[in-house]
C-alpha cells in the first residue's frame, strides 16, 4: 500500500521566519544543536504520519469543512524539551488548539510549538522568556514530508471570519 507522510501545519510568511529566528538568537538559549532549515520551520497542527490515500482523501474532506478564523499565534518563549532534546519556541496553547482539534478530533495533546533545533545539549535552564513574535495565520496548511527533502504542501485552507 502506497503511503504518505503528512502533516496539517500553520505555515509562517518570510517576515514570520525572520522574526521568529532574530528573536531565538537574541534570547541567547541553548545554542548547539542541529538547527531546522529555515524554509522548513512550522506549526504542526496534527501529526498523520503515514496515510494511505483513502485516510489522506477523508482528512482533505473534514479540512474543508473547517471554518475557523484567522489564527495569531505569538511566541513568547523558548523551551529544551528533554525527551526530544529539541529547542521550541512556544505560544499559549489554546489559541491553535481548537483548530487543531477540528482538523484532528482524534489529537490527545496539542503543544503549540515550532521545532527550532534537534539534537540540543541541556541548558541550565529549560524555559527562556523571548521578545513576543507574532504570526498571523490565514491558512492552514498539508504538508508532506520526505526523507532528505524539503517539506512540500500538498493542500492549503483559508482561515478567515465570516461576514
Ligand atoms: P516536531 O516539530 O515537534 O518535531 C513533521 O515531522 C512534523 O510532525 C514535525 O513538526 C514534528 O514535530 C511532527 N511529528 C513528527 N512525528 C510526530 C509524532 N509521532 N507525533 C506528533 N508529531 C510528530
Known amino acids: 500500500m502506497t503511503t504518505r507522510r503528512l502533516f496539517f501545519a500553520l505555515w509562517p510568511d518570510e517576515a514570520g521566519r525572520d522574526a521568529l529566528l532574530a528573536a531565538a538568537r537574541d534570547a541567547r538559549f541553548a545554542p548547539g544543536g542541529r538547527a531546522v532549515p529555515r524554509h522548513n ?8 504520519g503515514d496515510t494511505d490515500a483513502a485516510t489522506e482523501a477523508r482528512a482533505r474532506e473534514r479540512a474543508a469543512l473547517i471554518r475557523h478564523p484567522p489564527v495569531p499565534v505569538t511566541f513568547d518563549a523558548l523551551e529544551w524539551w528533554s525527551g526530544p532534546r529539541v529547542l ?3 505560544a499559549p496553547d489554546e489559541v ?15 503543544r503549540a ?19 513576543p513574535v507574532a504570526w498571523s495565520c490565514d ?9 532528505g527533502a ?5 493542500g492549503e485552507w483559508p482561515l478567515y471570519t465570516r461576514e
Open 96 to 110: 491553535a488548539a481548537p483548530l487543531a482539534r477540528g482538523i484532528c478530533p482524534h489529537i490527545k495533546s496539542f
Open 88 to 90: 521550541v519556541a512556544v
Open 113 to 131: 510549538h515550532v521545532t527550532l533545533a534537534r539534537e540540543v545539549p541541556g541548558p541550565a535552564r529549560e524555559r527562556a522568556e523571548m521578545t
Open 139 to 147: 491558512r492552514f496548511v498539508l504538508v508532506e514530508s520526505r526523507r
Open 41 to 48: 520551520l512550522h506549526l504542526t497542527l496534527c501529526f498523520l
Open 150 to 154: 524539503p517539506y512540500s504542501i500538498v
